[in-house]
């Protein structure tokens, strides 16, 4: 086991996976490798069935994997547990659960008792900015207001690390800029480790420290981009836009491959 | 002119004219009832007609209506009893029939729901039994079952049904990304079935409930036909159908009947519907 100073918030290592459908094996991740420092947000981005959501469920614990390693702080991933939070592209919220209630239900599954749960879901509502909608349902939010609970949700279990599988896919443009922003607010006040999935160039570019740009299937990391710009970022400027142009041309070359193979299927 | 339009347009899109057609849709039932019932009596407007051999199946709403009044005011001359002990009666066969089956359709409908295997094994089953009518039932339970269990048993297996059906269906629907957040959450196998699986199939439950409680009404007169302890609406009905003279207190019995399955099902709605609102679901 590493130590923290040296080690990783996430390491994979020739992590692989195989789907069975009938008779019919698909590869979908082969020696897909990565590490992402703590407190570091990584972006994964690729063609759609690249397998980067699979990857993500994978360090989640909610998929098995096929071969290779993750490990989240040293520790090897084996199923599901609070020390990863997920937020996801459909929110996720119970229904039937208030703000309040959706955001305390990590704690209240670990058996926090109600004054302490009362105290953390009042200090996360602040920090995602949804005061005096505390004991509003899913149904009466919107879907910008959603996910703020299902970021609140997530980081309710003080995670090691939070993965988010296209959070803001199901926004309209407007919402989603500012949820970027408020990801990136949030980010910097809570200094978690974030994987992103997102198949959004622009997205990839605004928010995260580095991007993973994936191969089309089988998935593996075709290159690693150091976005490096400081932060608040604009969209406009020169060098946002020169960042964009390579992750762009990374990502049009796997298109290609992508749409080449599905004209001629070998 | 304008105006008068704008009127209609609004009234037709009024609550009040749902309302008034609920109204205007029974006034239609009854005239015609009537109508008919006049016909076969020969009775105003239908004046000149010899009356028909078969006039006195079908008294008009007026007499079903003051044998409605007077089964609750005087004993009935078969059973003797006050149509109030024959409504109790039969409610505490839909009660103990309705908690029996919710008993045991919930748990085994949610396993079903849930696991594949117990779904596998318990389908044949259901399948056989649940087009078999309750009615088919009636003489092997009265006989094996007696005049207590066997009434509650038939009720219990037009109760059964429903439930089980909505509820596996329900426990099968659940969102697997509730699932799979839950999971990340922290969440164990029995949280996520408390405190997600369960939640998740209350409003199918409350369907299976309501549809359940209507099926069971309409076994309640198979149920007390052949015999029954102490009276009961179905067991009114079938003594009244052996002479013409009471045939009036047998349509009363069957509009008590028509009563109080909307009764029972308006409470479940109401349960139901307080449920949504607590559960934040409209």
Same mark, same amino acid.
């Given at each position: 086991?590493?130590?923290? $100073?040296?080690?990783?918030?996430?390491?994979?290592? #020739?992590?692989? !996976?195989?789907?069975?459908?009938?008779?019919?094996?698909? &590869?979908?991740?082969?020696?897909?490798?990565?590490?992402?420092?703590?407190? $570091?947000?990584?972006?994964?981005?690729?063609?759609? #069935?690249?397998? !980067?959501?699979?990857?993500?469920?994978?360090?989640?614990? &909610?998929?098995?994997?096929?071969?290779?390693?993750?490990?989240v702080h040293g520790r090897e991933v084996v199923d599901a547990g609070s020390d990863r939070g997920m937020v996801f592209q459909e929110f996720a919220l119970f229904p039937w659960r208030t703000v309040r209630g959706n955001i305390e239900f990590g704690l209240e599954?670990?058996?926090?008792?109600?004054?302490?749960?009362?105290?953390?879901s009042r200090r996360l509502i602040e920090l995602v900015g949804l005061k005096k909608f505390e004991d509003a349902h899913p149904v009466q939010l919107s879907g910008g207001m959603k996910q703020r609970v299902g970021i609140a949700r997530a980081l309710a279990n003080d995670p090691e690390v939070l993965l988010m599988d296209e959070p803001f896919g199901a926004l309209d443009a407007q919402t989603r800029n500012l949820m970027q922003k408020e990801l990136l607010r949030i980010w910097s006040a809570t200094g978690k480790t974030i994987l992103f999935v997102t198949h959004s160039v622009d997205e990839a570019v605004f928010l995260a420290d580095r991007i993973v740009v994936m191969t089309a299937r089988p998935g593996k990391v075709k290159e690693v981009i150091e976005v490096g710009l400081p932060r608040p970022r604009d969209r406009t400027s020169g060098e946002f836009i020169a960042v964009r142009g390579r992750v762009l041309a990374e990502l049009d070359e796997e298109f290609e491959k992508a749409r080449a193979r599905e004209i001629s299927p070998d | 002119m304008d105006k008068l339009v704008g009127a209609i347009?609004?009234?037709?899109?009024?609550?009040?004219?749902?309302?008034?057609?609920?109204?205007?849709?029974?006034?239609?039932?009854?005239?015609?009832?009537?109508?008919?019932?006049?016909?076969?009596?020969?009775?105003?407007?239908?004046?000149?007609?010899?009356?028909?051999?078969?006039?006195?199946?079908?008294?008009?709403?007026?007499?079903?209506?003051?044998?409605?009044?007077?089964?609750?005011?005087?004993?009935?001359?078969?059973?003797?009893?006050?149509?109030?002990?024959?409504?109790?009666?039969?409610?505490?066969?839909?009660?103990?029939?309705?908690?029996?089956?919710?008993?045991?359709?919930?748990?085994?409908?949610?396993?079903?729901?849930?696991?594949?295997?117990?779904?596998?094994?318990?389908?044949?089953?259901?399948?056989?039994?649940?087009?078999?009518?309750?009615?088919?039932?009636?003489?092997?339970?009265?006989?094996?079952?007696?005049?207590?269990?066997?009434?509650?048993?038939?009720v219990f297996l037009g109760i059964f049904f429903p439930i089980l059906l909505n509820v596996t269906f329900g426990a099968k629907s659940v969102d697997p990304v509730l699932l799979d957040a839950a999971k990340t959450l922290g969440a164990k196998k029995s949280h996520q079935f408390f405190k997600v699986v369960l939640p998740f199939t209350l409003p199918y439950l409350m369907t299976g409930v309501k549809v359940g409680l209507g099926i069971g009404w309409m076994c309640i007169v198979a149920a007390e036909m052949l015999g029954a302890v102490?009276?009961?609406?179905?067991?009114?009905?079938?003594?009244?159908?052996?002479?013409?003279?009471?045939?009036?207190?047998?349509?009363?019995?069957?509009?008590?009947?028509?009563?109080?399955?909307?009764?029972?099902?308006?409470?479940?709605?109401?349960?139901?519907?307080?449920?949504y609102r607590w559960m934040g679901m409209k």
């Open positions: 086991m590493d130590g923290d $100073e040296v080690g990783s918030s996430i390491e994979i290592t #020739g992590l692989s !996976k195989v789907f069975a459908h009938d008779r019919l094996e698909v &590869l979908a991740l082969d020696g897909f490798e990565l590490q992402v420092r703590p407190g $570091e947000f990584v972006c994964l981005l690729g063609p759609s #069935g690249c397998g !980067k959501t699979t990857v993500l469920r994978i360090v989640a614990g &909610l998929e098995p994997k096929s071969g290779g390693s993750v490990t599954v670990k058996g926090v008792p109600p004054e302490k749960r009362a105290e953390t | 347009w609004k009234l037709l899109r009024s609550n009040w004219l749902r309302i008034l057609l609920g109204c205007a849709s029974l006034a239609v039932f009854i005239a015609v009832w009537w109508l008919y019932s006049a016909y076969l009596h020969a009775e105003w407007p239908f004046s000149g007609r010899t009356p028909s051999s078969t006039a006195e199946y079908l008294p008009n709403p007026l007499q079903v209506l003051s044998a409605f009044f007077d089964s609750f005011a005087h004993r009935d001359p078969v059973s003797h009893l006050f149509m109030t002990s024959h409504i109790y009666a039969s409610m505490k066969r839909i009660f103990f029939g309705f908690v029996l089956a919710f008993a045991l359709a919930v748990p085994v409908g949610l396993l079903m729901g849930r696991s594949r295997n117990a779904e596998a094994f318990g389908k044949p089953i259901v399948e056989i039994f649940r087009p078999i009518p309750p009615l088919a039932w009636v003489p092997i339970f009265l006989i094996a079952l007696k005049l207590f269990w066997g009434p509650i048993a038939i102490g009276g009961g609406v179905g067991y009114y009905i079938y003594n009244m159908a052996f002479q013409p003279a009471y045939f009036d207190r047998m349509y009363a019995g069957m509009l008590v009947i028509g009563l109080l399955s909307v009764l029972t099902t308006g409470v479940a709605g109401v349960i139901e519907r307080r449920l």
